[in-house]
């Protein structure tokens, strides 16, 4: 006995350590699930009971008796799909689907291309002060995207815009960047600008990852810097090209705020410009809350089809690729 103490309190004091606590095989089973506890309460909370309650409120109508009159007049019933068939109908919801398709065609080519060739020049060897022009490209990105509008917004107004003032000055001609056809380009220059950066440090820190065997190799071989960005970095990185493609595929299904925000500038952006803005104009414009419940579960289908769609094709050219 005494030389079993003995044995134990060399051990302790040879280690330095305090003896340890084993925890119990039920303890540790469960250490998991209250980790995750915090994460699902929230994932519960935040998402999924307002998905249902959206889905509730989409397959519901209010319905009026009588005159409408009295504290029972209004009721709220069954409408079964007949909100869903209203809105794949509804002509303002397909012409502010059709406009988004206009906008997203300038915006996510002339964006991601953009990135690119920021990534590149700031990863090729003879770049200098890297650090400041990339936290250059991607403070735009930092701000909200309502200050980003309304910054651009006073820019485009003739009365106030600078640029007015200089073409003015200059005798050149001053276009209305709020009507018409160049409106598209206004708000896409507001998207553009805001979201290059974020997209440009993705593919920079993926060109970052190529490891330098890889350049060292084909500068042995005599490849130029045109021919490495071409050959080795812009195939290298596909997966980061992919993956902002479908970020910006999904930023301009849920274009709202610049629209919403250049409204009161120009009569040219009506209430219902973008579908999201035909959901607001809706929800809370019309008090028709049921309506708008079912135009949002369909952009959200059309979103969530869109994307599984693109990334089966994506994850499909990729195993090809490397079945080759």
Not at 252 to 277: G, H, R
Not at 291 to 317: E, K
Request: aromatic share 10%; charged share 15%.
């Amino acid at each position: 006995m005494s030389g079993t103490t003995e044995n134990t309190g060399k051990v302790a004091h040879g280690s330095g350590r305090a003896p340890r606590t084993r925890a119990t095989g039920g303890g540790v089973r469960r250490a998991p699930y209250v980790f995750l506890l915090p994460a699902v309460v929230l994932f519960l909370l935040f998402f999924v009971l307002p998905i249902g309650y959206a889905l509730y409120l989409s397959v519901r109508k209010v319905e009026v008796k009588g005159l409408g009159l009295g504290s029972g007049a209004r009721s709220e019933v069954w409408a079964g799909l007949s909100n869903y068939t209203a809105a794949l109908s509804d002509s303002e919801l397909i012409d502010g689907a059709l406009r988004v398709l206009g906008y997203g065609a300038i915006v996510v080519p002339v964006m991601l291309g953009l990135a690119l060739l920021f990534a590149l020049m700031l990863d090729a060897d003879r770049v200098r002060l890297t650090t400041f022009t990339r936290l250059a490209i991607f403070l735009p990105y930092a701000l909200p995207g309502v200050i980003a509008a309304l910054l651009w917004g006073f820019l485009y107004l003739p009365s106030v815009s600078p640029f007015y003032f200089l073409l003015d000055k200059a005798g050149l001609p001053q276009p209305d960047l709020l009507d018409g056809g160049p409106l598209f380009i206004a708000l896409s220059n507001i998207a553009i600008w805001g979201g290059t950066g974020f997209n440009m440090i993705v593919i920079y820190t993926a060109l970052r990852s190529i490891p330098a065997e890889v350049y060292e190799a084909a500068k042995l071989d005599g490849c130029s810097q045109v021919q490495i960005a071409l050959r080795i970095k812009i195939p290298m990185v596909t997966p980061s090209l992919v993956l902002t493609f479908f970020f910006s595929i999904i930023a301009t299904l849920q274009v709202f705020s610049e629209p919403t925000t250049l409204k009161p500038l120009t009569n040219s952006v009506s209430t219902t410009w973008s579908p999201l803005m035909k959901v607001y104009q809706d929800a809370f414009g019309n008090n028709d809350i049921h309506s708008a419940a079912a135009q949002a579960v369909i952009i959200a289908v059309a979103t969530l089809v869109l994307s599984f769609g693109f990334l089966r094709v994506a994850n499909a050219r990729s195993k090809q690729e490397e079945a080759r």
